[in-house]
């Protein structure tokens, strides 16, 4: 496989449960990020990892726990979420983290409903 | 404190006819600006970028105009297609501060392209 590869494509989740969510890049790439996109707002940066380190929480509430076991592999743990954390949830890698004029590669997101 | 803003929801285009998307910023520390497409179900793929201190940068259809006093960038795509119907993002990279890694977007333009 190549690319950023992100599972499942969906997820119904009760806001007692808890799921992860699972991203993997084929690009030897050296950071990774977790992005979320709501209806009608702007994606919005979660975390930021860099060779494995989280170098950046952008504010975001504890219910979302990130995990970034090496370079290749980020998952996004998710426990207690509220119906307004329904979203698309997208993961991003680039080669490092001075993104500069060659941004990111996506994958093709998690669209998660909590219920 | 949105920092890049894009004004038109939607545009619609007449094939073979200038597709020109538009895209205001605020911080100007910006270093590069990127162009990211979205088809519905997979997450968003790179376009084009240009450097801050550019004005223009062309690939084969796309090209992207910057005009740093008035903030502004703009992308036209000639001669539009109807495979260029989807949601464009504009992104801002840089911006100082903690931007580690980070891609700033707008809220998207939908772009239909009728045959």
């Known amino acids: 496989e190549t690319g950023v590869t992100q599972t499942p494509r969906h997820l119904v989740m009760g806001m007692t449960n808890k799921k992860s969510l699972k991203c993997e890049q084929h690009?030897?790439?050296?950071?990774m990020y977790w992005y979320k996109q709501s209806a009608k707002k702007p994606l919005e940066l979660m975390f930021v990892?860099?060779?494995?380190?989280?170098?950046e929480n952008n504010s975001v509430p504890s219910r979302f726990s990130p995990e970034c076991p090496n370079s290749s592999h980020l998952f996004l743990h998710l426990h207690t979420l509220q119906p307004e954390d329904s979203a698309l949830y997208l993961c991003?890698?680039?080669?490092?983290?001075?993104?500069?004029?060659?941004?990111?590669?996506f994958g093709s997101g998690t669209r998660l409903t909590v219920v | 404190d949105q920092q890049v803003k894009q004004n038109s929801p939607s545009l619609s285009v007449q094939e073979g006819r200038i597709s020109i998307l538009n895209c205001d910023y605020t911080?100007?520390?910006?270093?590069?600006f990127l162009w990211y497409k979205k088809y519905p179900a997979e997450g968003p793929t790179f376009l084009i970028s240009?450097?801050?201190?550019?004005d223009k940068n062309e690939d084969g259809r796309f090209t992207v105009f910057l005009n740093k006093s008035a903030k502004h960038l703009s992308l036209h795509i000639v001669p539009s297609q109807p495979g260029d119907s989807a949601v464009y993002f504009c992104?801002?990279?840089?911006?100082?501060?903690?931007?580690?890694?980070?891609?700033?977007f707008g809220q998207g333009t939908i772009l239909t392209v009728h045959p």
């Open positions: 240009i450097s801050s201190i550019k």
């Open positions: 911080n100007s520390m910006f270093d590069y």
């Open positions: 992104a801002a990279s840089g911006g100082g501060g903690t931007s580690y890694g980070k891609l700033t």
């Open positions: 690009l030897g790439h050296n950071a």
């Open positions: 990892y860099s060779l494995e380190e989280r170098v």
């Open positions: 991003a890698s680039s080669p490092t983290h001075m993104v500069g004029g060659y941004g990111y590669t």
